[in-house]
């Protein structure tokens, strides 16, 4: 069967160098993004100008409609998903009496509803084929606690319990659910934090730096490969030794 994947969120970060490495490595990928069009099509043509296959293909994760719309389009072209990497997401900070109905609501919503929206969307082709692989990405926030970041933790704990849980579920359909924990990674989500904490937080990193995009796509990439194939239902933390 063609391998066929899905990673939302990859117009930037860890998104993209994941669907690059995916696509590298023999995938033809479904590049989804936001806001960001200008991105993905650059990343696509990128892609495509390499050998690879790949297409852009817009979704806000939290609309089902939208996100059924993608995963047609993406089957239409390359064929059913083999492999979903739910990576879209928002964070921020935020002192917890701050806290509003709306920010919650939009957190859980792109973070865990889109992962519900997307898995539903790939399953009924992966229960078909009795295989299939998906990968969330989580956080180190999601098993460890963050001060003024209760939302984004909340939902990165949550995306955990899915994971665990779901893999249960799926395991006797052949179909392998992880989840990737990322550190502290440079790209554009943690700039917010300002130059002289991601220096500290660097320093404060056992292996010395911050993590790349290109560290997490291996870790996902290792996931999705045949040397993973007994592996499902864990998370793999991927932060330099930064919660030891
Ligand atoms: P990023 O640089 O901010 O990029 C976020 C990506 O998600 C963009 O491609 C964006 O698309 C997409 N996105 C945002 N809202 C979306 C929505 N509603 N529907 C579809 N796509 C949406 O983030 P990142 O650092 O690469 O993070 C990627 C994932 O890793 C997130 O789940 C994040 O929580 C997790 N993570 C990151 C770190 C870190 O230190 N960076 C650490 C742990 C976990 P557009 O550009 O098109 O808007």
């Known amino acids: ?11 930037r970060g860890i998104g993209r160098a994941t669907a690059a490495r995916l696509a590298k490595a023999g995938y033809a990928v479904g590049v989804n993004y936001y806001e960001r069009q200008d991105k993905a099509d650059e990343l696509v043509s990128a892609l495509t ?3 690879c296959e790949a297409i852009a293909v817009q979704a806000d994760v939290a609309d089902r409609a939208a996100v059924d719309a993608m995963v047609r389009r993406v089957t239409d072209v390359f064929g059913p998903v083999t492999l979903l990497v739910n990576n879209a997401g928002v964070a921020g900070q935020a002192l917890f009496q701050d806290i509003t109905d709306e920010l919650w609501n939009r957190y859980f919503a792109v973070n865990l509803n889109g992962m519900r929206h997307t898995i539903q969307a790939v399953l009924p082709s992966m229960i078909h084929e009795k295989s299939g692989c998906i ?4 956080s180190i926030w999601g098993q460890h606690g963050a001060s003024c970041e209760v939302t984004y933790s909340c939902t990165k704990h949550a995306i955990i319990g ?3 849980s779901l893999a249960m579920e799926l395991a006797p359909s052949g179909i392998l659910v992880n989840c990737v924990a990322p550190g502290v990674i440079d790209t554009d989500m943690v700039q917010v934090l300002g130059q002289d904490t991601l220096r500290d937080l660097a320093a404060q990193t056992p292996l010395g730096r911050l993590g790349t995009p290109e560290d997490i796509a291996a870790a996902v990439a290792f996931l999705a490969s045949d040397d993973a194939s007994f592996i499902t239902g864990q998370v793999l933390t991927s932060d330099g030794g930064f919660i030891g």
């Open 1 to 11: 069967m063609k391998k066929v994947a899905l990673v939302t969120g990859a117009s």
């Open 49 to 51: 100008a390499a050998g």
């Open 135 to 138: 990968v969330n990405i989580s």
């Open 162 to 164: 899915l994971t665990r």
